[in-house]
């Protein structure tokens, strides 16, 4: 496995790239929704990869290696020896598809030599618990899922994704790796403190919390955020996630987002699952904790790749947006710590998301995540 990394911003086009890669086999890029939204940019990796699969998405930000830009478009030629790719994508309108639409991709991608599955969706239009709920039902819970909901800045708009075309929205896609050869390490944690008192989901559907003990949830979430930051929301709530949990499973706990807010209804829509009964508390951030999240979420996925320092390495970093919100200049500190961790001779870039995807840290099942760092590692072993 070969990777070459490249960079387009507005002065200089596209960086030069080896001509040993234009047989590339997958293509990863990530940009601002501005930068993406007239296709060029695709057309243009086109042209340069004609036998590639082509997969990327808009963001809220974009990782190359230690550097986190707006304005670029990073970009990742890959060239895997023995590894089989498959890619599809999905449209949705609703996200009341979103379990069919999971389900419509995982079974398009499954086969007994199935290693892994890696999504990017849609980030506004999908109820991202059940877009992982369908593909999981489809292609069983063993078999690696990992990936990210787009973004969009801190506008919440219009996110965008293409897949093997110009990039769209109301699109969801997903490309599986096949066969013996290539190995797939994940990893996943945060980094947030809760605080403020535990408090009951006694009213939602879905990803749409209507009711904490029995009190809007909307009215709840202004007090704690105050009149300033309230006129902000649903941007504001980036800095303030909840943690939801079951109490009767511990390990069940992951952070969610705020979406979108109806201050007509006094609800609030997350980008995943709020379970009604289970209980919800508020976070804040603190920069070393979140420093830290980065790097054990590398250390996992470093410990579960299974490959040799001679084998090809690259890694693919998904992190919230909101963390970035937060952390400002000192971002950088995050990606840092992830890449010491994986090390420099591991290539990696990525992107600022609305929601992560990977299995959870202590239960192992995959789950939608928020307010996450997330790493997925790729080796291909030498036969």
Known sequence: MRTQQAVWNSQTSWTSLKPEL???SLVLYFGARQALACGARYAELRAMFPSAHILGCSTGGQINNNDVSDSEIIAAAIKFDSTRLSLCRHHIDDPLQSHSCGEALGHALKADDLAGVFVLSDGLNVNGSELVAGIIAAIGPNIPLTGGL????S???VTLVGADCAPQSH???????YGSAIRIGHGSAGGWDVFGPRRRVTRSSGNVLFELDGEPALDLYERYLGEEDSNGLPGSALLFPIQVHDAAHPDSAV???VL????AARSMTFAGD???GWTAQLMRGNFDRLAGGAADAARQATVGLDASEEDGKFSILVSCIGRRLLMGQRTTDEIE????ELGAGTPRIGFYSYGEISPHAKSGLCELHNQTMTVTSFAEVRG
Do not use: L
């Not at 787009?150 to 800045?153: E, Q, T």
């Not at 979108?260 to 201050?263: C, E, F, K, L, Q």
């Open 22 to 24: 234009k047989d590339a």
């Open 150 to 153: 787009a973004g969009d800045g």
């Open 155 to 157: 506008d919440f708009g």
């Open 171 to 177: 699109a969801v896609a997903a490309i599986g790796f």
């Open 255 to 257: 952070v969610r987002t």
């Open 260 to 263: 979108a807010v109806d201050r």
């Open 274 to 276: 709020v379970p009604q």
């Open 337 to 340: 710590a992830a890449g010491a």
